[in-house]
Structures are given as C-alpha cells and as structure tokens.
C-alpha cells in the first residue's frame, strides 16, 4: 500500500489541480490514499526548505509530492511537481486533469481562504490552553523589572502562553503591584495572566521556570549576623515552598549581588524533590564584561566574541579563562565567511595587557559602571539572566561555550555537591558540563582554591554566629584579592595565606597566565 503527501501553498493553482486528481484517484483505488499539507503563502517557504533539507531534496516551487511506503517504511520517494505527478499518474493509472486555468485560480482562492480560517481557529484553541507558569521571586527588584519583558514577549518562551508569578515581600506590595499593571500594559500576545502574591507556595504553584533575584546593597552591614540568618532562612523557605508546590521538573535560575554559589546550594539542599541539576545561577554577567573588554581592544561587536569561561565563584573569586575564547569579524590578514573566527589571544597578542590591565578593567567593571550611572548596573544583570535562560530553554548556538554555576558531580576535580561555575553547553531544557578541557597544574591549584573557599563561605552562611566580622563581609560582597602578580606560580597554601591576608572592594580575578 502507498501513500501520497501533497503539499503546497494554499493560494497555488497547481496545487488545486493535483489535489484534485489525487481525490479521484483515491475515489478509485483501494491501495492509493492521499494526506495533503497546505501552507499559507507565510508559511511556505520556510517549511519547504526544511523539508527539502530533512531529506536531502532539491525542489523550490508549489506543489511538492512525495510518496511514502507505509508498509515497509524508510525514507520517502520524490515524486516532483505539478508536471511530475500529472505524468506519473498518466503511467501508472493512465489518468490526467483537463481543469482549465480558471477553475484552477477559482479553487486556489478557496483554498486560501479556508486555510486562513483554519489558522485563526488553531490560534485561538491556542490561546485557550493551559500556559506555562514562570515564577519571578523579588519581583520588584531592579533586575526583575528589566527581565519581565523578556519573559512575555516570545524572545524566551517562543509560542506559549505565560501565566506570569510576582512574588515580593509585604513591604514591597504596593511597588509589586505598580509592576503588574506595567506587565498588563506592555499587550504582549503571549501574555495570559499575571498574579501578584506575597505568599511564597502560592508563587511557585506549577511553575515550570522560577527566577530568584537576590538583591544585596554591597558594603558595610549593621548587622552582619542578623542579615545572614534572614539570607539563609528566606532561601531555605523558597527552597520549601518550590519543593512543595512547583512542577518537580522546574528550572530554577539564581542571579544578582549576593553569594550566588552558596545560596543555590541552600535551595538544592532543602528542595529534595527537585533534581539538583535544575538549580543553578547565573555566570554570564562577568563572562559578559570580559567579551565587552576583549572586543574594544580588538575593535570588534562584543557578540562576535566567544567561548570566554569564568571559573569559580560568581559572587566571589572567580578565575576568567580566555585561552580558548575566539572572534568573528575581525579585521585582520585572514578573512573568512561568518562562521570564520580566530583566536583572540592571537589577535589581542598582548599577554602583558592580559594579565594585567585587562583583568584590573574586568575586576572594577561593574563598580565603574556603578559610580557613573549612580545606581547598580542592573540592565546587564538583566540581559545575562535573560540570555542565560534562552539558552537553558531553547538550547545555545552550536559550538559555542558558556559560563553557569551549577552543583558538581566531580568535574574537573571539584568535590561533588559544590556549587561551582564551569564551561557549559545547553540543550532544550537541560545543560552539560565540557569535561575535555586541558589545564596545567597551577589551574587545577587556583580552581581547588576556590572551591575550598565556596566550602569555607557555605559554612559561614550557615553558621553566622561562629564568625568573625571580616568573613560575614567578604560573604556579602567585601571579598578578598588575591594577588595577581603571584598566582601563576603560587602553591595552595600560599594562595589561602595571601587571600586571608589581603582585602578590597571587588571581587578578585586570577590571572589569564594559570590557563595558558
């Protein structure tokens, strides 16, 4: 038994023709049976080219027709056209179409307007089913608010229905609210709902996708202890409303100023019912600003750098790896087409540059931007989380590396259930740790360092009572620097003895030259 697929563009006369040839050889002969496809001038073309390149076919106009053994299965047969088929049913049935050209116009009008119908139903069945629900925590937040957009707009979530969750404290109601009305305003299509709570179970009611916001004012704490103890019992208490009410396959994303690692690992640790790898926090906001760097120094757009790799804590010590980092549209000796990139530090060709001055402008980046807008530099904190979940959701360009934080299984050395940003791939819905990735020992040195400290900071969290004042502030964004003149060749204990030792307002980078 063989069956016949006829697609083509709902407007084609030719389409009309063959379609109803195929209806009468159907009517005819108990073995031939039809399923048509019809497309509207919109959608065609790019439906065509997919199918042509599925299956490694070359065809360019309506109608196409193929022929599928339904019985043996494999691959379908090309039949061709409007000509091809009206010859191969001529050969083999010894039938034709005498349908003059006006009666071919005639249906093919009637063909469009039946198909433009059809697609205003579907879209409206559409619109009526169940949405999918995102849950953004701190809601009322500077970040959240740059976020929101995003998250309705189709930019994230293509074609679904977004029932929207505000979540913010009591204090926070009346700014949350001024928040939903501006989310009603936008009139974006694939907007259903919006609800404001103050209520963290009701936030997370079958959420499928949650963003935690933490929002930390960086500096000197009036009660270091106090504000920890609060940190961790709000996290712990999210951690059990999503464990109690969200979908168990949620993707939960933590961003922001505060100790990023250690508070995921909080949410893995009191979530039991939520897979480990589905939490996990945001590293592009410094991957971002070196790429940034990188790309004013070789006069380049900052999209056409990648492969950039921050290692470690992202709201602490973090080691920026650009030993592996390339760049497309560079103006130099060699061209090539798009996909065409070098080496940027080939190009940049400066490791003095590198190890110094690059990583000092990446160290204060985000305090200078700061300093100049008079307010946290919230729009690149926005754009990392917003290209971070894409990325999670709809899988990231291939080839290409990425930065996030998520809960080791051992990988590179790091002790499983640390929470740990490594070198990342994404696929639809999930992520994948790049494990093949060489590096010498003073690396491996540098990176367990970190890691020892992400243990040290955790306990602190945990255990605020038990520390000093230096250790609660350095948790809170007051971190120490570890010397960058000496951490090529440092040992691990001269690299904890000097990170003890020494102190400064940024979060320290380890040189480039540990990674070359």
């Given at each position: 038994m063989a069956k016949f697929v006829i697609a083509g563009q709902a407007d084609c006369p030719y389409y009309a023709k063959v379609e109803l040839l195929a209806d009468s050889l159907e009517s005819k002969l108990q073995d031939f049976h039809v399923h048509k496809i019809v497309k509207t001038p919109e959608e065609w073309k790019p439906w065509l080219q997919q199918l042509c390149a599925d299956n490694g076919w070359t065809h360019g106009k309506s109608p196409i027709i193929w022929r599928e053994l339904v019985d043996r299965g494999g691959k379908g047969l090309l039949i061709g056209g409007h000509n091809d088929f009206m010859e191969y049913a001529r050969s083999y049935y010894g039938m034709t179409s005498e349908m003059l050209s006006e009666m071919m116009k005639n249906i093919a009008a009637e063909n469009l307007a039946v198909t433009r119908q059809l697609r205003e139903e579907e879209e409206a069945i559409r619109l009526q089913s169940t949405p999918l629900h995102v849950c953004v925590i701190n809601a009322a937040s500077s970040p959240a608010y740059h976020v929101l957009p995003s998250l309705v707009n189709g930019e994230i979530i293509r074609d679904e229905q977004i029932a929207l969750h505000l979540y913010d404290t009591e204090e926070n109601l009346e700014a949350l609210k001024g928040v939903e009305m501006e989310v009603f305003d936008l009139c974006y299509p694939f907007l259903k709902e919006v609800s404001v709570t103050t209520d963290l179970p009701t936030a997370f009611q079958n959420v499928a996708i949650a963003i935690v916001v933490d929002d930390v004012n960086q500096g000197e704490k009036e009660d270091a202890v106090g504000d920890t103890e609060a940190k961790v019992s709000f996290y712990k208490q999210v951690a059990e409303a999503m464990n109690q009410t969200a979908?168990?396959?949620?993707?939960?994303?933590?961003?922001?100023?505060?100790?990023?690692?250690?508070?995921?690992?909080?949410?893995?640790?009191?979530?039991?019912?939520?897979?480990?790898?589905?939490?996990?926090?945001?590293?592009?906001?410094?991957?971002?600003?070196?790429?940034?760097?990188?790309?004013?120094?070789?006069?380049?757009?900052?999209?056409?750098?990648?492969?950039?790799i921050v290692w470690g804590n992202v709201g602490g010590t973090t080691y920026t790896d650009v030993?592996?980092?390339?760049?497309?549209?560079?103006?130099?000796?060699?061209?090539?087409?798009?996909?065409?990139?070098?080496?940027?530090?080939?190009m940049v060709h400066d490791n003095k540059w590198l190890e110094g001055e690059f990583l000092e402008q990446l160290q204060s980046r985000s305090s200078t931007a700061q300093e100049s807008l008079q307010h946290p530099a919230d729009l690149s904190t926005a754009a990392a989380i917003t290209s971070t979940l894409s990325y999670w959701w709809n899988g990231s360009p291939e080839g290409q590396l990425f930065s996030l934080a998520v809960c080791s299984e051992g990988y590179y050395n790091i002790p499983e259930g640390v929470v740990f940003s490594f070198p990342v791939i994404f696929h639809k819905g999930s992520w994948e740790v790049v494990q093949d990735m060489d590096m010498n020992e003073d690396m491996r040195l540098m990176l367990s360092s970190i890691a020892a400290q992400l243990v040290e900071e955790k306990d602190v969290l945990l255990n605020p009572a038990n520390a000093n004042q230096e250790k609660l502030l350095k948790v809170f964004g007051v971190t120490p620097e570890v010397p960058t003149s000496q951490l090529s060749n440092v040992k691990l204990d001269k690299i904890m003895e000097e990170t003890e030792k020494s102190s400064s307002e940024e979060a320290p980078e380890a040189p480039l030259s540990a990674g070359d």
């Open positions: 979908n168990k396959d949620i993707r939960v994303l933590v961003a922001g100023t505060g100790p990023l690692n250690s508070l995921v690992s909080i949410l893995i640790d009191n979530a039991p019912s939520i897979p480990r790898q589905n939490i996990a926090a945001v590293a592009q906001v410094k991957e971002r600003q070196a790429k940034s760097l990188l790309a004013q120094r070789l006069t380049v757009n900052s999209a056409g750098v990648c492969d950039v030993s592996r980092a390339r760049v497309h549209g560079y103006d130099g000796a060699i061209w090539g087409p798009p996909s065409y990139s070098c080496s940027v530090s080939e």
